[in-house]
């Protein structure tokens, strides 16, 4: 099974306070947009099940400040299990998910950065919901490659966003991402075992180029040794067969973002066995007081425990501050 669809120990939570956008769009050009995003889910999604394979990526962070970071990313998968491999400066995690139990290496808090490259990998899948007005379809030449891109507006609360998709007009996978202030584009696509999926990734915050990723899937010939690929020393948890995510309980948003645009800051953490938020983290996109502050936000959010077989347990999450404008 590919990487995006893996079932894992800790999952990775995304919060949202959605509006409805009730604004008149033209219902044809919205069923075409949205046409667009299945075909490009459709092309990029294994409808049938793959067999041992193994997904390696390169990666590279770009820090504001200029400098670098480099780091890879090993999947091997089988038809109920899997192992991943990270390594990004200190960082090193191992963790072998077998049925009926779960071996990991010492555990480390997980940098934003790796957990930035999980975000973009193997592959961005994208739709439309009741949020988003679709204004237009336009061709266009992306890449080399022509392309049809979908412009529309998203209302989320009190934030107005103008967004873009953009698929490939042939071969169907979506190939830019433009929302808010990120942008993310796949190029290099190749097939493998019947599916679409790109070679190179890039993430933009900002107009500033933020992280490359560069991956390939191979099939593993024969068998795999599974017992070889576990880590030394490992600390073992059971697998989860009846699992509960986290619920919200207490999870106030700031007033204001003070003077200038919509804020959103990411911030990556732990979700405690007593629903506390710790070791909260963020990757930093330019405003550094709001950053701050929305670690010191998060970290007093309070949530009713992720749970494993009914017993709490520490669940990581992607959780989202929201600043309004002033």
Known sequence: MLPCFRALRF???????????????????????????????????????????????????YALDGTTQDGTFTGIYGLDRERYEIVFGDYHAISLHLPDRILQNDYQPPPPETLEMKNLTPVLFARFDNSDTIHSITPATLFGRPAKCVRFDTVTGRTHQSNEICVDAELGPLIRWSVGGEIIENTDFSLFEGILLPGHVRHYIDGKLRMEVEQKFSVIEGPVDWAALAPPNPDVFPACQHYRRPIIQSAPQPASAGAGPWYDVQVHGVIGEDGHVYQAAVLAAGRPELEKQAIQIVSGWIFSPGLCEGKPIDVNASLVVHFPPQ
């Open 11 to 61: 999952l990775f939570l995304l919060l949202f306070a959605c509006g409805i956008q009730l604004a008149a769009q033209d219902m044809p050009v919205r069923v075409e947009a949205i046409r667009l995003l299945e075909r490009a889910t459709s092309v990029s999604r294994p409808s049938h099940v793959i067999p041992n394979h193994k997904a390696e990526a390169t990666f590279r962070a």
